[in-house]
């Protein structure tokens, strides 16, 4: 009988630890799923804001602030026809522009900008004259646009001056923000310190007006 008993209480022993090393066996997949769940997440959320970093040409995301939306709106003052706002960031620039009268777009690499960009834009009741890309600015055309806005920094400044140089047409205004062009002399400045804008009317830059009165046949009298 007592034989029985310790066995009994042996193969309760044993229920017992098989039990509990299941147990732990599940919370620690639990706890492996838990961590592996929320390192996936972190890595989505922030890969979008480091890698513009690691480009040759770092183009990060700051805020523009309401000082310079106005200075750019001024900038645009009797103009028309299409805007192009480049690296479009939250999308404010882009909004601001459909608000009065433009058709706007924005070319953003971050798509968590661009998906928020669209949200606010909606919100705003304007997401009918914008549109927002999730492109590489270097890899877009912007031959089509009469109106470019430039968020920009000192080492991308050349080689975008020279991109936009080669694609506008001689009747855009590009508007420089914080940073202005090393070439081109600016036809138009506002603002002072980080809120300061520059605009650069393409047909004096490039010498357009130039060219038509040189290549304009002469009337007789």
């Known amino acids: 009988m007592s034989e029985l008993l310790e066995k009994e209480s042996h193969a309760a022993g044993r229920r017992e630890d098989c039990e509990g090393s299941s147990r732990r066996r599940s919370w620690g997949l639990l706890v492996t799923a838990g961590v592996g769940g929320t390192l996936v997440a972190l890595y989505a959320a922030v890969t979008p804001f480091v890698t513009p970093a690691l480009r040759k040409v770092c183009l990060p995301f700051v805020p523009a602030t309401s000082t310079q939306i106005q200075n750019v709106l001024k900038m645009l003052e009797n103009r028309s ?86 694609e506008l047409e001689c009747s855009a205004r590009i508007i420089a923000c ?4 090393p070439c081109w002399i600016p036809d138009h400045t506002t603002g002072e310190g980080i809120d300061t804008v520059w605009a650069y009317d393409l047909k004096h830059s490039r ?15």
């Open 81 to 166: 026809g299409s805007l192009v706002d480049i690296g479009s960031g939250d999308g404010r620039i882009v909004i601001a522009a459909a608000k009065r009268g433009f058709k706007a777009v924005g070319y953003e690499l971050n798509p968590w900008l661009v998906w928020y960009s669209r949200y606010r834009a909606w919100r705003d009741g304007v997401h009918q004259n914008t549109r927002f890309y999730i492109s590489d600015l270097w890899k877009v055309s912007f031959s089509g646009y009469t109106n470019v806005v430039v968020f920009g920094v000192p080492d991308m400044m050349p080689q975008l001056e020279k991109k936009l140089e080669e």
């Open 178 to 181: 914080r940073f202005p062009f």
């Open 207 to 221: 010498g357009c007006e130039t060219k038509s009165l040189e290549t304009t046949p002469e009337t007789e009298s």
